[in-house]
Structures are given as C-alpha cells and as structure tokens.
C-alpha cells in the first residue's frame, strides 16, 4: 500500500534552516509529483511548491521562492523540503502529498504524509 | 491569487441529515477544484477532483457539483465519523494551488 513516511517533529530557532524528509513506498517514487503543504496552528492548507522526482525539477509558490529548496533521493525514494531563514510564523505542520496523476501533475493529492510539526522559538 | 472562500464556517448537523457546503473562486477555476476532509491530528484525504468525482474508497453519500465560481460539497446522509473540517482547493491557477479556509462541520 501507498506510503508517505516523515521524519519527526523539530524546533529550531528564528534564521535557521529546517529539512523534512518524506519517504515513499508502495509505488514509484519517480512517477508522481511530491508536493508540500503547510498548516500553521489552528489554520487553513498552504501549498509551497513540488519537485517532479524523475528529474528533480521544481516549482515553488512565490511566496517560498528564496527560502524553499526541495529535493530528492530516488535511490531512497526520499523526497526533502528545506525551508531557511525560518520565522516565528513559519511555525507550522509540514505535510507531503503524492499528486494523484502520474507521470505530469493534476495537481490534487491523494495520499499524504503524516505531518511534521517544525516549531521556531527562540 | 485566486481567493476560495467557504461557507458557512461551521455547520451543525445531526446525524442522519444532509449538509451543504459552499466554496466559492474568486475568479473562475473551470472544474479544476478538489475537496478534502480533515479530522483532528490527521492529514487531509482527498475526497473529490474535476469538482464531482470521487476519489478512490470515497463513499457514494459524498458529491460535488459546480463549475466556474461557484461549488457544493454534499454529503447526502451523515456518519458520525463525517464530522470533520472541509477544505476546498483550486488547481487551475498555475503554478499556484490554493485552499478554502475551512468548514467545519459539527455535530448539532
């Protein structure tokens, strides 16, 4: 069955960087587009950007662009998202979401991570 | 930016009945529109695409319908395990998806 597996939650302090992982199985990694969403504390879904894992190309939602890096690994079927110059309001849960068409993207998402929580405090 | 709002913010519903929910563009997004359930501590599932059909495993009870501006998530007779938060997301303004607030739907 379909998988999308996190790393573990983070706190990190304001101007550092952060990078969650989210490792797939159950399908081709290499298929499908991942993409990232994020949910602030009590808040609505904000799509950052994805990363065409067969060939590692990117497109990231301007509000991101300078601050957003995603990669991937598809010995490991991995995909990363490292966000910089974190802010207090980038305190948030970090999900991935598998884009349900294969091969280009749809772009709705059918099967998600299970959220990591990354918390800028000083 | 496409702006998608939804309506009511909360809805209270008693099991059995039927609820409505609205999700409105601020601009058209032809059928390009999805909608997804959330409960507490979980990720979103994906419950419709193309603005009326169901995503895979979905019950029959869930349908959507609109196109344009305007969209209505129905869920025809209430479970309890439907009780949950709504989000709608447009995904015909590319390269930037974007999500309702939220309804949520509560029990009455």
């Known amino acids: 069955q379909v998988q999308l597996v996190q790393s573990g939650a983070e706190v990190k302090k304001p101007g550092a960087s952060v990078k969650v992982s989210c490792k797939a199985s159950g399908y081709t990694f290499s298929d499908y587009y991942t993409h990232w969403v994020r949910q602030a504390p009590g808040q609505g879904l904000e799509w950052m950007g994805w990363?065409?894992?067969?060939?590692?190309?990117?497109n990231y939602a301007q509000k991101f662009q300078g601050r957003v890096t995603m990669t991937r690994d598809t010995s490991i079927s991995t995909a990363y998202m490292e966000l910089s110059s974190l802010r207090s309001d980038d305190t948030a849960v970090y999900y991935c979401?598998?884009?349900?068409?294969?091969?280009?993207?749809?772009?709705?998402?059918?099967?998600w991570g299970q959220g990591t929580l990354v918390t800028v405090s000083s | 930016e496409i702006v998608m709002t939804q309506s009511p913010a909360t809805l209270s519903v008693s099991p059995g009945e039927r609820a409505t929910l609205s999700c409105r563009a601020s601009q058209s997004v032809s059928s390009n529109l999805a909608w997804y359930q959330q409960k507490p501590g979980q990720a979103p599932r994906l419950l419709i695409y193309?603005?009326?059909t169901r995503a895979t495993g979905i019950p029959a009870r869930f349908s959507g319908s609109g196109s344009g501006t305007e969209f209505t998530l129905t869920i025809s007779s209430l479970q309890s395990e439907d009780f949950a938060v709504y989000y709608c997301?447009?995904?015909?303004?590319?390269?930037?998806?974007?999500f309702g607030q939220g309804t949520k739907l509560e029990i009455k």
């Open positions: 997301q447009q995904y015909n303004n590319w390269p930037l998806y974007t």
């Open positions: 193309g603005a009326s």
């Open positions: 979401a598998r884009d349900q068409c294969s091969g280009s993207s749809c772009p709705f998402f059918d099967y």
């Open positions: 990363i065409n894992p067969n060939g590692g190309g990117t």
